[in-house]
Nanobody, 123 residues
Framework: EVQLVESGGGLVQAGGSLRLSCAAS????????IGWFRQAPGKEREGVSYITNSDGSTYYADSVKGRFTISSDNAKNTVYLQMNNLKPEDTAVYYCAADLKVVAGTLVDGHVWGQGTQVTVSS
């Protein structure tokens, strides 16, 4: 069974940090890119970042560049999203996804999804 399980969300003050984890199982991890999306109440889902596990290449949305870092531990089949200098506008449910769709360099969708983890940043 293909499965993605996120963890690491929580409540943090503005300027703080959190690290999200996405543990993957049921597929060959190295063959896929894994990405992070987020969705805030009343807003459209946003593709935040992804990493291509075969070569380590990465992508970041402009809204998180310089603050978020994605990494992968292929031995643990886990992708991490280190989030620093968090802002209230980062508040959202964060989802990891695999088998991604990228259009014109923008992360737009995935075919396999985790259950999501809530990140709340207080001002």
């Amino acid at each position: 069974e293909v499965q993605l399980v996120e963890s690491g969300g929580g409540l943090v003050q503005a300027g703080g940090s959190l690290r999200l984890s996405c543990a993957a199982s049921g597929f060959t991890f190295d063959d896929y890119a894994i990405g992070w999306f987020r969705q805030a109440p009343g807003k459209e889902r946003e593709g935040v970042s992804y990493i291509t596990n075969s070569d380590g290449s990465t992508y970041y949305a402009d809204s998180v560049k310089g603050r978020f870092t994605i990494s992968s531990d292929n031995a643990k089949n886990t992708v991490y999203l280190q989030m620093n200098n968090l802002k209230p506008e980062d508040t959202a449910v964060y989802y990891c996804a695999a088998d991604l769709k990228v259009v014109a360099g923008t992360l737009v969708d995935g075919h396999v999804w985790g259950q999501g983890t809530q990140v709340t940043v207080s001002s």
